[in-house]
Every structure is written in structure tokens, then in C-alpha cells.
């Protein structure tokens, strides 16, 4: 990981579940045999208020988050305050 000491490192093409709150992330998983509710449901027992749960992936060296379908009735890049909190933890 030179140069992004403590970012944990996707592959291209990898992707986690994540939760972020008050611009940073709470929760995050490798594991996709999880739907969004199942791992919110694991976590947190439930969405807590202000908080975004979706997917990170990295996709052609560029890491974004994805939001929930499940929990926001869309899937689109999640809001800018999320994607700044990702590229803090991710690389």
C-alpha cells in the first residue's frame, strides 16, 4: 500500500458493504452473500438515523460508492460526503 498507509486496498473489480455516518465509515464487510438489510441487520440491528449504507467497489483503478436499493429505492454514486469518507479508508 505504498504512499495510502492504513487504507485498506481493493483489487479492481472488488467490491464491500458499507455504512457511513457523520462522514466516515462505520461498518464495512467483504462479504456479499449479504443483501444491504442483512448486514444492517447484523451490525446495527437497524439504519440508524443519518446514516448511508451501500456498496464500494473499485472499478478501472477508480474506487465509489453505490447506494442501497433496499434502504433508498435507487442505486446511484452515493452523496459526495460519502464518497469523500470512502476514499479516506479506501484505495
Do not use: C, N
Request: charged share 20%; net charge positive; no cysteine.
Amino acid at each position: 500500500m505504498r504512499g495510502q498507509p492504513g487504507k485498506i486496498k481493493l483489487r479492481d473489480g472488488e467490491t464491500m458493504l458499507i455504512m457511513a455516518k457523520d462522514g466516515a465509515i462505520i461498518h464495512f464487510t467483504p462479504d456479499m452473500s449479504w443483501p444491504h438489510s442483512g448486514f444492517v441487520k447484523r451490525t446495527t440491528g437497524q439504519l440508524p438515523p443519518g446514516a448511508w449504507v451501500g456498496t464500494v467497489s473499485k472499478l478501472d483503478g477508480q474506487v465509489a460508492a453505490i447506494s442501497s436499493k433496499h434502504f433508498f429505492g435507487y442505486q446511484l454514486p452515493g452523496p459526495e460526503w460519502v464518497q469523500a469518507a470512502v476514499k479516506k479508508v479506501f484505495a
